[in-house]
């Protein structure tokens, strides 16, 4: 005997989550997506939706409420009346929404968190997970995109930091071999592969769209080069045994250029054909 899964649409699901909460019923649902870690683990936790009184909502409490084209649940930060600042705990301090008491379907009273630990909104362990995700929300956010990078961007985290070695330190430290420019065509070669490294992880994680190869242009074009203007000046002004040189940071662009013509001549095509080849044989 064999099982199907049928994927029931949001705007059903949540219609009759809308119904059993009006008939006074709580609701217990599967966590979907990581704006509320480290709080909730995604596909792990579930939480119980329960009916609400409007003046019992007050800061720190998670509620699922509507944000006109989705349905989130995120934590209240905020309250000024029948105004709510509402964000989830995995997002940036930036990522603010805002909403009214009326928007709010139901409020989170318990289920499991931390991966599968079960609680109340009455026990210790949940308060003081409030209290701590209410207090430290800048560090909660930074943390959370270091974390993103790091498990992201490995490659691209990898580069980077030999990158910062090399331009820093001396290692081994010695010499290049000595011909003409040498030291011009070591800069045209370490930045090449560092924006080579950057466009490729960069292109494998998103789709192949307009809007990725732009913000392309930022992250493995412009950075590189940024990054390469600071690090002469930091090496003109900061290092004893270290000068910066106007010539190489125009091999550093070279580089980088070099690395943004071969990604859109050689490693877009390349990775295109690899996905469609996969969408085929699926």
């Not at 990725?212 to 242009?217: A, E, P």
Request: aromatic share 12%.
């Amino acid at each position: 005997m064999t099982l199907s899964v049928r994927k029931i649409p949001n705007e059903i699901f949540f219609a009759q989550v809308m119904e059993l909460l009006g008939e006074g019923q709580s609701v217990t649902i599967q966590v979907s997506g990581h704006s509320m870690s480290p709080t909730f683990k995604d596909g792990v936790d579930r939480i119980i939706i329960s009916p609400f009184k409007a003046e019992e909502l007050k800061k720190g409490d998670v509620v699922l409420f509507n944000r006109g084209d989705t349905i989130c649940v995120h934590r209240i930060i905020k309250r000024k009346g029948d105004r709510l600042v509402i964000r989830g705990d995995g997002n940036s301090l930036k990522a603010l929404e805002y909403a009214r008491v009326s928007d709010v379907m139901g409020l989170i009273t318990g289920g499991t968190m931390y991966g599968g630990r079960k609680f109340t909104v009455s026990d210790k362990l949940w308060n003081y997970n409030t209290g701590f995700v209410l207090t430290f929300a800048p560090f909660l956010a930074l943390w959370h995109r270091i974390k993103f990078i790091v498990c992201r961007y490995p490659l691209s985290l990898l580069t980077f930091c030999l990158l910062m070695y090399l331009s820093i330190f001396n290692p081994a430290g010695k010499d290049l071999p000595s011909f003409e420019n040498s030291d011009k065509v070591a800069h045209i070669l370490m930045y090449f592969g560092v924006s080579m490294v950057f466009w490729f992880e960069w292109l494998h994680r998103h789709p192949l769209s307009k809007k990725t190869c732009s913000r392309g242009l930022v992250r493995c074009l412009l950075y590189p080069i940024v990054l390469g203007g600071l690090l002469e000046l930091f090496q003109e002004f900061c290092l004893e045994y270290r000068g910066g040189d106007i010539m190489d940071f125009a091999a550093n662009c070279i580089g980088s250029l070099l690395a943004l013509i071969l990604s859109f001549c050689i490693t877009i095509p390349l990775i295109r054909k690899y996905r469609s080849s996969n969408a085929a044989k699926e």
